[in-house]
């Protein structure tokens, strides 16, 4: 029997010849950096060496002593997993080390965390994350998420105020990311000049850009929502459901329903290939379930980087006014044409049928 011919090795699995590694990246585009100093550079640096340390735990998760709960319940009243927590610790070491950073908000903290005070005549970030998002996922072996938003502290902000002026709309963010840890581990930022992607490539341990000038599709083909809460969600948006389902006979559109329960999962697989994530209010959450100011918010920046759209039904996302670091917001997220059409629904428009 004659012998088949050897298959012919595909480009994809060929080295690159030229690659850029995030550092370069930002060395390079330093200049378009809403502030062009080296402190914002090394901020970025900072939360890059924060989520390689991050990603190698999880690579590992299975053999190190890092699965389940810690046994603490947080401030959102959810049980912390163990990897929740070495991810929030990570972030804080690597922030306060870098000494660029006056100011943390963290989803596994209730209340906003001052370091490095002596930075008073330089400029002075604060940092709002999710150390874990989607952490429910993780002892299943499911994508799970960092998310990150960064801002300018106001000149006034003093550690010591009651009142919080650390709190600013998302329209003030000056740079916001995630990073996806997936079948590879993937970060994505914006500075507020376009979205850009960059797989870390463990042999090496550096970011290279894989995935430059993200651009999210105007229509999509997916949605994400948990739909085993639909009797449950407003009859507008029951509405909306039912027609995003239906098939176009003129486009023969078939929409599909994709959702890991990981929101920077769903949302970076909705930004590469197009779609829309909802996360509406409902009797278990009567303000949404995701927090503005280190979920919404950061994703909300990226995506109108990207060329979507993000809103709470009514308004759009990033000029929500903040009044506490955990506040919760409903979230319509993603491209932009079926974002505005969940807006038509529920803001009555748009026909129930
Ligand atoms: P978390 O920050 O506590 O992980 O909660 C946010 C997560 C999102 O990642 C995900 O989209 C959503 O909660 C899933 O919630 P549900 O199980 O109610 O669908
Ligand atoms: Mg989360």
Redesign the pocket.
């Known amino acids: 029997m004659a012998q088949s011919p050897p298959r012919p090795r595909t480009e994809q699995f060929q080295e690159p010849e030229s690659f850029l590694t995030l550092e370069q990246f930002i060395i390079d585009q330093q200049e378009t950096f809403p502030h062009s100093t080296g402190a914002f550079s090394r901020l970025l640096r900072d939360l890059s060496v924060a989520a390689k340390i991050i990603s190698r735990n999880i690579r590992r998760a299975g053999i190190l002593d890092v699965l389940g709960e810690t046994g603490v319940v947080n401030v959102q009243d959810e049980k912390q997993k163990k990897l929740d927590d070495i991810a929030h610790q990570e972030l804080v070491r690597a922030l306060r080390r870098g000494g660029e950073c006056c100011l943390i908000g963290s989803?596994e903290q209730s209340d906003t965390i001052s370091m490095n005070p002596s930075r008073e005549d330089r400029e002075r970030y604060a940092v709002f994350f999710?150390p874990?998002?989607?952490?429910s996922n993780i002892d299943v072996n499911a994508s799970v998420g960092t998310?990150f938003s960064v801002y300018l502290l106001p000149d006034e902000w003093d550690p010591d105020d009651v009142i919080d002026v650390s709190l600013q709309r998302g329209a003030e963010q000056v740079a916001a990311g995630y990073v996806a840890y997936g079948s590879s581990t993937m970060l994505v930022f914006t500075t507020g000049n376009g979205v850009n992607g960059f797989t870390l490539d463990p042999s090496i341990g550096e970011f290279l850009l894989s995935h430059p000038n993200l651009r999210i599709p105007n229509e999509g083909t997916m949605y994400s929502v948990n739909e085993a809460d639909v009797d449950d969600f407003a009859p507008e948006l029951q509405a909306f459901l039912r027609w995003i389902k239906r098939k176009d006979p003129e486009t023969k559109r078939r929409i599909r329903a994709r959702y890991i329960g990981s929101?920077v999962s769903d949302f970076h697989r909705n930004l590469l290939s197009g779609g829309i994530y909802v996360y509406p209010v409902s009797t278990e959450y009567p303000d949404g379930k995701?927090?503005l100011m280190?979920?919404a918010n950061p994703m909300a920046f990226l995506v109108e980087q990207a060329g979507g759209r993000a809103t709470d039904g009514h308004q759009r996302i990033l000029d929500l006014e903040p009044t506490s670091l955990h506040q919760r917001t409903p979230l319509y997220i993603g491209s932009t044409r079926l974002v505005e059409a969940a807006e038509r629904f529920l803001q009555g428009e748009q026909a129930r049928t």
Do not use: P, Q, V
């Open positions: 989803e999710d874990l998002d989607g952490s998310i929101f995701l927090r280190y979920e």
